[in-house]
Every structure is written in structure tokens, then in C-alpha cells.
């Protein structure tokens, strides 16, 4: 979770990614920055994250984007 | 059928009558066949074109689905006897035969809309390379039918097909159901283009006589008549005399024209959604919005999240998410980052998808170079701004101007031209002469010609002038007003008399000022073309 924050942090400093649940109901994180965060997850985690996943509740919160990263891992 | 025409009213009229008569479980065959006779009005050849995509699709969504649900059977039935790397293999061989499926079905039924829209583009641009290398043999162009709403009604199909795939929903198992999801009679001609899980429940459900949901689609249908008998085909005048005739008008009449387009072509647009959402809100069925005051965006990728919303939402479901992040392009974007450093190359299959959807965008609106143009036009100032960014955040930081009004203002001002400059593009038809005209904004200075004489040259009279201020007075303050919530549920809040005198007077107010009866027809919607 440490090292998703640090990604998401590194996206948007501003941001308390521990708290928010509305990243794309607010429109904080935007087409690029999901792309850009795709880009990095899949290295860090070594997981596949493909465009069916790009779903709000996958990326609301940092927390729902973590449970996705490890449904991922466990497949 | 236009919208605008008499026949519709009375068809439209007819079916909200049948609708509430029949037995309930009756209602959605009975919307399936009213669509297939709206359809049918447009050429009876039309709906081979329909039916060959309700048909193709049905059974491609079914057989995938089937898929999904084999698999997810196989691996309960042999949970215990499989090791990982078995289940791995065997749910790898049934992603390939899904894919395989939907990349047919998405080939015959894009190929279709292909080849009936961009054929003749295609042979023009041929003939053009072939008069440039002095040859006399050209390519005759093809009559080919273009029916009626194909590209919305593909588009709605293929996101459908593509969310059966990636397991969003089940496949519908009654083809009849299918057909209506496609056929849909408001939304087939210009949008919104819905999302299957979004319509499922208020199509095919069952639908009491709601006094309140009626009366708001009927005021929304009123509203949508307004805004495109009133203002939109008042303007039209205007526009076509002053794109007509570019010799004369230049300069000043280049701006005034561009301003006078901006608001035909948005009371046109949400007029016409106006219209479909207040049918299907008449008939139960909620609808998604396809605007959001779009001209009150503070920047371009912020407009784009607030016009056509459906269509935009399409682009990046179905082809901005899956070019940027499919396996071929982060490999690209480990290159690039090597070979650019990590800040440039990160944004290279950001950048690389959004050039391929806005060419998509482009072609989409029409088949030609001028949309194409106008599509990539979009891209470049929306990577123009995400490279600003930086730039605007140092400025931000520098002087506090961000939440003061005036500095609100600019930023919509300076989007809403922006957005009018690049419609140029779709005025003109022609890339060149969009951009003489445009520069032409900048030499000639003939602003007090235009504003004492030619203005009142253009086929408009002060009357039209009066009209289009009000009407544009009356859009501005309902959109100020619908920050807050509706302003159909503000004013039912309010005494009866209050919605009774402001619907009557809407109501008197289109029939009055209506553009028809004074020597024109009520024009197709622009967007019926697409």
C-alpha cells in the first residue's frame, strides 16, 4: 500500500490519497493520470492491468486501486 | 421523420397515448415497433443496415457470454484437479476464442459503416494523388446509402458487444429486447449514445402513468422545440449567408459568424437531446445527459467532459484506455522512457492514443480532411495545455487569481473562443479557406460596416435580432439557474400558476417565434448526419 501511495502521491501531491474515495467521481484523477498510473503500477507490481479495469470503483480511492492490484496478483 | 415535423408530433403523440393503454408488459414490444416504423420512415433498405448489426451483435454478445459462463463453470467443476498453471493456460485459450469472436464482430460491423461513409472519401483522395501524377483515368465516385443514425447506432452496439466481453454485464437473451436497445427511436438519430446497463432497467421495465415524470418530459420536449425551432433555425439564416459568401464576408463578419454558429449549433444539439431525453423521460425510461454547460468550461479537456458527453465517454472506454495501456504501447512507453528520459516518454502512449481517438473524433463527425483537421486541432491544444501545466501552476503560485471571478471569466472566454475558432473548421468545409478567413479576422477591419449595414444584410430582420437576444438571454439565465439543481423541479416547488405561466409563455413563444410558416422549413439537425 506504501508504494501505491508514494505512486499516487508523485501524481498529484496535493491529494490525500489515505482519505479520498472520489478520485474520478471528482475528477482528480483524469484519463492521462490514469494511463501514467497504469504505466507505473505494471512495473512496480508486475501485475496487467488492462482497460477493462479502468472502472470508477477500481479507481475511486487508493484503497479499491490496492484490492484490484492484489485480486491481480492472486491470479 | 424530422423531429420538427408535424408527422413526428403526431406520431410521437399517438405512441405516449398507446403506451400508457396497453397492459405493461406490453409496453416495450410496442416501443420496439413504433422504432422499427420511425426507422422505416427513413428508407425501408435502412433496416437490412439496422437489422444486420442487431443480428451480428446479438449473437456475438451471446456467444461470448456463453464463453464466460463455460469457464467460470470448468474452473468451480475443477478447482481441486488443476494446477495454476493449467487454469492459466485454459482461461488464456478461452480469452483468445472470445476475442476472436468480438475482433469479427466489431470488423463486419465497423467495415459496414466504412465502407457506406467513407468510400467516397477514400475515392476522392485517390483521384487526388492520381491528378497529381498527371493521370487522366480517376475513380468514379459511388452512390452509396448512408442509413439513417448508423453511426450512433453502431457505436451503442459495439460498446455493448465490448462490455460482454470484458464480463460488465450478461448478453440480453431475447433478440427483440437487442433490437430495441439498438433501434431505440429517440436517441437513433444523434445520441446520446447509451451504455446497455444504463438503459436496460427503464426500457424494458414496466411503466405506471406518473403524472410529474410526464409533465417533466413534456416541458424538456418543449424546452428542446425552444431552443432548436426559436433560436437554432433562426441562426441558421445568419451562418449560411455569412459561410455562403466569403468573399464579401471577411474580417469582422468572420467573428460575428463564429459566435452566431457557436450558438446555433448548441441550441441545435441539446435542443435535439432535449427532445430525446424528454420522450424517454414521457415514456419512464431515464437517460443520461449528453451536456453539461459546456461553454462554461474553464479549459478545453474540461469542455470535452461537458459536450457530447456519451460520445466522449465512448472514445475513451472503448479506444483511448485500450491503445494506452495494451501490452504493445507500455512497451513502447518502457522504450521511450529509456530512450527520452522518464518525464517525456511517460507521456508518449498518453499522447500516441489521444492523436489515433481525436483522428477517430475527426473522421467520425464527416467524411473529410476538414474534420480530420479540426479532430486533431482539439488534440493539439489539449497536449498544449497538459505541457503548460507546469507553467500555469508556477503562475498560480506567483499571483492569486485562481478563485477571482474576473480570472474565472477569462478562462471561459478564452475556451469558448478557442472552441469557436477550431469550429471554424466545420463552418467552411475547407482547410485553406478556414484558415484565410481566420487570418482575415486580423487584416480586414471592417467592424463598423458589419455592425451599420452588412449585419442587416444577412437575411435577418430586427425582429430576428430581438428574438435571438432574448432567446439567447433566456438559454444563458436557465443554464446560471441549473447550477443549483433542476429548474423544472425548482419551479414545480413553486405554486402551480408559476409553471403554468412559464410553459405557456415557452409554449407561445415557439409557436410564435418558431422558425416555420414565415417562408422556411424547419431544417434536419445537424447532427443527424452523423
Redesign the interface.
Known amino acids: 500500500m506504501e508504494q501505491l501511495l508514494e505512486i499516487l502521491s508523485d501524481l498529484h501531491p496535493e491529494v490525500d490519497f489515505e482519505e479520498c474515495d472520489t478520485l474520478i467521481d471528482d475528477g482528480i484523477l483524469d484519463s492521462f493520470d490514469i494511463v501514467s498510473l497504469i504505466s507505473e503500477i505494471n512495473e512496480e507490481f508486475d501485475v496487467v492491468i488492462s482497460a477493462e479495469h479502468i472502472i470508477p470503483e477500481n479507481f475511486n480511492s487508493a484503497e479499491a486501486l490496492y484490492a484490484l492490484i492484489e485480486r491481480l496478483e492472486e491470479e | 421523420m424530422l423531429f420538427t415535423s408535424y408527422r413526428f408530433l403526431a406520431f410521437i403523440l399517438g405512441l405516449f397515448l398507446l403506451y400508457y393503454v396497453v397492459p405493461k408488459k406490453c409496453q416495450w414490444p410496442l416501443l420496439l415497433v413504433a422504432s422499427y416504423i420511425f426507422y422505416a420512415f427513413a428508407g425501408w433498405e435502412c433496416l437490412v443496415f439496422i437489422g444486420a448489426t442487431t443480428l451480428t451483435t446479438y449473437g456475438a454478445g451471446l456467444l461470448i457470454d456463453q464463453n464466460h459462463a463455460r469457464q467460470k463453470n470448468y474452473l468451480a467443476e475443477h478447482k481441486a484437479d488443476l494446477s495454476k498453471e493449467e487454469k492459466k493456460a485454459y482461461k488464456e485459450k478461452q480469452k483468445n476464442k472470445r476475442f476472436a469472436l468480438m475482433v469479427v464482430c466489431l470488423v463486419f460491423n465497423f467495415g459496414i459503416l466504412a465502407v457506406l461513409k467513407y468510400t467516397n472519401f477514400v475515392i476522392a483522395n485517390i483521384n487526388g494523388v492520381l491528378q497529381m501524377t498527371g493521370s487522366e483515368n480517376m475513380l468514379s465516385f459511388r452512390n452509396l446509402l448512408l442509413p439513417l443514425g448508423i453511426s450512433f447506432y453502431t457505436f451503442q452496439s459495439m460498446g455493448y458487444l465490448i462490455d460482454i466481453h470484458?464480463?460488465?454485464y450478461s448478453a440480453q437473451k431475447n433478440v427483440f429486447k437487442f433490437a430495441l436497445f439498438v433501434s431505440f427511436f429517440p436517441q437513433l438519430i444523434q445520441g446520446p449514445i447509451s451504455r446497455y446497463d444504463d438503459l436496460e432497467k427503464g426500457l424494458f421495465g414496466q411503466h405506471a402513468f406518473d403524472w410529474q415524470t410526464v409533465s417533466f418530459g413534456l416541458q424538456r420536449i418543449l424546452w428542446g422545440f425552444f431552443k432548436k425551432l426559436v433560436i437554432a433555425d433562426r441562426m441558421l439564416i445568419g451562418v449560411n449567408a455569412l459561410i455562403g459568401d466569403t468573399d464579401t464576408y471577411t474580417g469582422f463578419y468572420v467573428f460575428l459568424g463564429m459566435l452566431f454558429y457557436a450558438l446555433q449549433l448548441y441550441a441545435d444539439f441539446t435542443g435535439g437531446i432535449d427532445i430525446t431525453i424528454g420522450i424517454a423521460q414521457v415514456l419512464g425510461i431515464p437517460m443520461q445527459e449528453n451536456f453539461n454547460r459546456p461553454y462554461f468550461s474553464k479549459g478545453i479537456?474540461e469542455y470535452w467532459?461537458r459536450w457530447h458527453i456519451s460520445l466522449g465517454s465512448w472514445f475513451?472506454?472503448y479506444l483511448?484506455?485500450?491503445i494506452?495501456?495494451?501490452?504493445p504501447m507500455?512497451k513502447v512507453?518502457?522504450f521511450s522512457r529509456k530512450v527520452l528520459g522518464e518525464k517525456i516518454g511517460?507521456r508518449v502512449?498518453?499522447y500516441a492514443?489521444s492523436i489515433a481517438v481525436w483522428f477517430v473524433t475527426g473522421i467520425w463527425h464527416g467524411a473529410a480532411w476538414n474534420f480530420v483537421v479540426w479532430g486533431l486541432g482539439n488534440c493539439f491544444f489539449i497536449m498544449l495545455s497538459?505541457e503548460c501545466e507546469p507553467l500555469y501552476e508556477k503562475f498560480h503560485a506567483r499571483f492569486a487569481v485562481k478563485d477571482k471571478m474576473w480570472f474565472k471569466a477569462f478562462q471561459i472566454g478564452r475556451t469558448f473562443l478557442l472552441m469557436c475558432s477550431l469550429r471554424m473548421l466545420d463552418c467552411y468545409r475547407d482547410v485553406p479557406m478556414t484558415f484565410r478567413m481566420f487570418s482575415s479576422m486580423f487584416t480586414d477591419w471592417n467592424i463598423g460596416e458589419a455592425v451599420t449595414v452588412g449585419m442587416w444584410n444577412l437575411g435577418l430582420g430586427v425582429h430576428d435580432y430581438v428574438v435571438l437576444a432574448a432567446g439567447t438571454v433566456i438559454l444563458f439565465t436557465v443554464s446560471m439557474v441549473g447550477r443549483r439543481g433542476s429548474v423544472r423541479e425548482m419551479l414545480a416547488k413553486k405554486p402551480a400558476f408559476v409553471s403554468i405561466a412559464v410553459f405557456g409563455a415557452l409554449f407561445i413563444a415557439t409557436v410564435l417565434f418558431g422558425a416555420y410558416g414565415m417562408g422556411y422549413d424547419a431544417s434536419q439537425f445537424i447532427y443527424n448526419q452523423f
Open positions: 470484458r464480463g460488465k479537456k467532459r475513451t472506454d483511448f484506455y485500450p494506452s495501456v495494451c501490452k507500455l512507453s518502457k511517460k502512449p498518453v492514443a497538459q
